[in-house]
């Protein structure tokens, strides 16, 4: 059986909530949207940069399913979807585990070394 390719021109590709939040500005976008709700111009009074790379952010994070958008009147609203942040957060639990157990090992090692010393 032959594998199917795909093309995709990059409006078309859905990208990856791990690639979003790699951007250090779109982690700060959306540190700021998960407080409150945010317009475009709203979100880049607080960059350097101008509101349509805000907007491209913006996008990228709504291809994620990061940000939802809500209008009102002719104002766009981004908040964070927190739903999607969790799938985030269960990726990053096995290395909690991981990084707990070694903890829990280098408590047991310290404790030993201490009731051997006196």
Partial sequence: M???SFIYSSSQMRRDIFQA???PTRRAIIVMIALKAMTPNAIAENFQMTRQ????????????????????GR???YS???D???EIDLWM??????WERRYDQLDTLLANLKKNKK
């Fill in 2 to 4: 032959q594998p199917i």
């Fill in 93 to 98: 639990e096995q290395f909690r585990k991981i």
């Fill in 84 to 86: 999607k942040m969790k």
């Fill in 53 to 72: 790379a805000v907007s491209k952010h913006l996008r990228i994070l709504a291809e994620c399913e990061l940000v939802t958008q809500e209008y009102q």
């Fill in 80 to 82: 964070l979807d927190i």
């Fill in 75 to 77: 104002e766009i609203y």
């Fill in 21 to 23: 939040v790699a951007d």
